[in-house]
């Protein structure tokens, strides 16, 4: 198991519009509260990635991707980088799709969805036109449209890709993670109590 994990994070002032960043939050808790120490990152395009165990891609504003993007132009090949390298990586909704655009896959517009959504056990809250898939795993990579910080109702998910790098043993419970799962499962019951 390791002994510090390192989550890197693309510009968290400007990409947390919908309080993405926290899904870093409740990452580096889960792992504290297994005896786990982890430091986040803020990282750019040309920051040395190879010590990162984690990259985050948040969701921004319109003005805010043209802006980073005019700034940081190696922002998205560091990420792809990241990415092939079999690293996990979470983009989330405006840096999925900013990502899409990237590695050179296209995206239609239809229908606005506002809602909450299940796909695949994992919850969260859908607000977009957008008809890519809204919840995709490439690889060790997790994309999504699904807003907010998609780790707090989703902690097997979390777990899962705990225990897939092999970060701490996600059989060892503490008295907080079972406070935060039940949390975690009453806020998927009621999301869905309409």
Partial sequence: ?????????????????????????????????????????????????TKIDFLFIGHG??????????????????????????????????????????????????????EFIEIDGVVGYLNSPTQVPMFDRRGASIFTMLHGPVFAKNPDLVDELISSQGWADIDLRSEELDRVDALAAISRKTAFEH
Avoid at 2 to 20: A, E, H, I, Q, R
Avoid at 62 to 74: I, N, P, R, T, Y
């Fill in 1 to 49: 198991m390791s002994n510090k994990v390192s989550f890197g994070t693309f510009y968290p002032d400007d990409l947390n519009l919908n309080g993405d960043q926290a899904n870093l939050l409740v990452l580096t808790k889960r792992l504290e509260w297994r005896g786990v120490s982890s430091e986040l990152v803020s990282v750019t395009g040309k920051s040395d990635l």
């Fill in 61 to 114: 504003s319109a003005a805010a991707w043209e802006s980073l993007l005019k700034k940081d132009k190696a922002l998205f090949s560091a990420a792809i980088a990241f990415m092939n390298s079999g690293k996990p990586l979470m983009a989330v909704s405006s840096g999925y799709l900013e990502l899409l655009n990237a590695l050179g896959e296209g995206y239609q517009q239809g229908e606005h969805r506002s």
